[in-house]
């Protein structure tokens, strides 16, 4: 079994910024890929980014290209999405979710096995 736990979530103004945070705890959990979903009301949920371990690979949704960035840190345990130049559009849940058989450069949609809670994210004046 493998645990996320999302943080970091809250209110900022239209340009802010924002970093959330995922805790990813269980068996070979360091070596999952890791991915940031986001569903705002009334919409379907959305892929916002992914990071896989084993290309070391990448992937932004078009929407968040050029203002967002996903890392972990060296004990692969967290990962982290930087969210930039925020837009009212980008007001969400955001959730975390990790899977073993996803590779960001191949399959970065999923599907994941594992889910985290998902934490709010608004922006507004």
């Known amino acids: 079994q493998v645990q996320l736990v999302e943080s970091g979530g809250g209110l900022v103004q239209p340009g802010g910024s924002l970093t959330l945070s995922c805790a990813i705890s269980?068996?070979?959990?360091?070596?999952?890929?890791v991915a940031w979903f986001r569903q705002a009301p009334g919409k379907e949920r959305e892929a916002v980014s992914c990071i896989s371990d084993s290309d070391g690979a990448t992937y932004y949704a078009d929407s968040v290209k050029g203002r967002f960035a996903i890392s972990k840190n060296a004990a692969k345990s967290t990962i982290f999405l930087q969210m930039n130049h925020l837009e009212p559009e980008d007001t969400a849940v955001y959730f975390c979710?990790?899977?073993?058989?996803?590779?960001?450069?191949?399959?970065?949609?999923?599907?994941?096995?594992?889910w985290g809670q998902g934490t709010q994210v608004t922006v507004a004046t």
């Open positions: 979710a990790a899977d073993a058989a996803v590779i960001a450069s191949l399959n970065p949609l999923g599907p994941y096995d594992y």
């Open positions: 269980g068996e070979n959990s360091a070596y999952y890929a």
